[in-house]
């Protein structure tokens, strides 16, 4: 599965797709005993790493394919139609993966050896951003050459694979007052993966807790010292990057149960209330997808700091997130019971969609953040 991209292709990101959908059987092979059982899908993310897939976004002068966001976004959104679960997994070390490559083109610390360890396909990049976003959980104390740093973790996707944590902690600067620091914790001793992600939807991705205990973390691996409960410049490009990722996931998911939807409606074609669904379905993924592309062309390839950015992408987040809903709400109705029973591609989508609202933020702090942002008041405080 492993592939070399043409740079004279007339489209490569629809070289990039198809690629993608080549994964889709042994995607679509494990994607029910996974959820059904809410274990890791393991064959899956094999696949994918045997594929080569965790180098898509390093930067092809350290041996990677060197994608864009808008690329890794399409091909996690491809991968997202055959399993919900392996999609939304690879995607949190995607999005980490394309931030460190934004990192990189900076000459920052560290950025380049985590890169090449990626191309080599001896790291997984861990994310707890959603989790911790500006308030992090857990604490960092300063120590000669560092910190240690204790707290648990939640929402750590692919955790069983994971090789290093990028993560965040509240310190307390005697002279800044609270503070958040980025950090890169490997997985080792003192951090502990807990088998204990027992969920509605997205069951396979194994997004355990993670126990970290007073873990000694150098200061050049801290990736950025920020304000305690602040939308502050890094923390709106990692968000630019992450999210139009994750979402992209979930335009995945939903299409998949419309897709299984419209092939259950055939034999009822010809009612005008099946008709009116599968329209409605199509404009309500039209107008999510159109969202999608805007906010990728307003991020762009390596977007600087911004709040207009980051609201622009919020909007984009909100607008899956309900369009999501409101297709898989849709699919089940049209499939009916056939699309009730547990394996039913549809009945699982409809799951895996709702988890869409709880990335932060969610649909309603998105009204409220943009009308801060557009009447003029302060609107970096979460």
């Not at 959603?130 to 857990?138: C, E, L, V, Y």
């Not at 923390?235 to 299409?255: D, K, M, R, T, W």
Request: charge should be negative; include cysteine.
């Amino acid at each position: 599965m492993t592939m070399q991209l043409d740079e004279t292709t007339s489209s490569r990101a629809e070289e990039l797709v198809a690629w993608a959908a080549g994964f889709g059987p042994v995607l679509r092979e494990h994607a029910e005993a996974h959820d059904r059982e809410g274990s890791w899908v393991a064959e899956s993310f094999d696949a994918l790493r045997a594929g080569g897939m965790l180098s898509l976004p390093v930067p092809t002068e350290l041996g990677g394919m060197g994608a864009t966001i808008r690329e890794i976004a399409l091909v996690d959104r491809e991968l997202a139609r055959h399993c919900g679960s392996t999609a939304l997994a690879i995607s949190m070390h995607h999005h980490v993966t394309a931030f460190t490559a934004w990192r990189w083109r900076r000459d920052l610390p560290g950025a380049e050896a985590t890169l090449r360890r990626v191309a080599g396909n001896e790291t997984v990049l861990v994310s707890t951003g959603g989790g911790d976003f500006t308030s992090p959980r857990g604490r960092a104390v300063k120590v000669d050459g560092g910190y240690r740093v204790s707290g648990r973790k939640q929402f750590c996707s692919q955790s069983p694979v994971g090789s290093v944590m990028s993560t965040m902690f509240t310190f307390d600067d005697p002279e800044q007052s609270l503070r958040v620091l980025n950090l890169a914790v490997p997985f080792g001793e003192g951090v502990t993966v807990h088998d204990n992600w027992d969920t509605m939807g997205m069951r396979g991705t194994a997004s355990n807790d993670v126990t970290i205990d007073d873990v000694f973390v150098p200061e050049e691996r801290v990736l950025a010292n920020r304000p305690h409960g602040v939308i502050d410049p890094p923390l709106q490009v990692i968000a630019s990057i992450a999210f139009p990722i994750i979402s992209a996931v979930y335009l995945g998911v939903a299409e998949s149960a419309a897709a299984a939807a419209i092939e259950a409606a055939r034999e009822r074609a010809e009612s005008p209330v099946v008709q009116r669904q599968v329209g409605l379905m199509r404009h309500r993924l039209r107008v999510a997808e159109w969202a999608l592309e805007g906010a990728l062309a307003v991020v762009g390839d390596d977007p600087a700091p911004s709040t207009e950015t980051f609201a622009a992408v919020m909007a984009m987040k909100r607008e899956i997130a309900l369009a999501g809903v409101e297709v898989c709400d849709l699919a089940l109705e049209i499939a009916g019971g056939r699309g009730y029973f547990k394996g039913s591609p549809i009945e699982r989508a409809y799951r895996d969609v709702r988890g869409a609202k709880l990335h932060p933020l969610n649909p309603e702090d998105t009204l409220v953040h943009a009308g801060r942002l557009t009447l003029g008041l302060p609107c970096d405080v979460n």
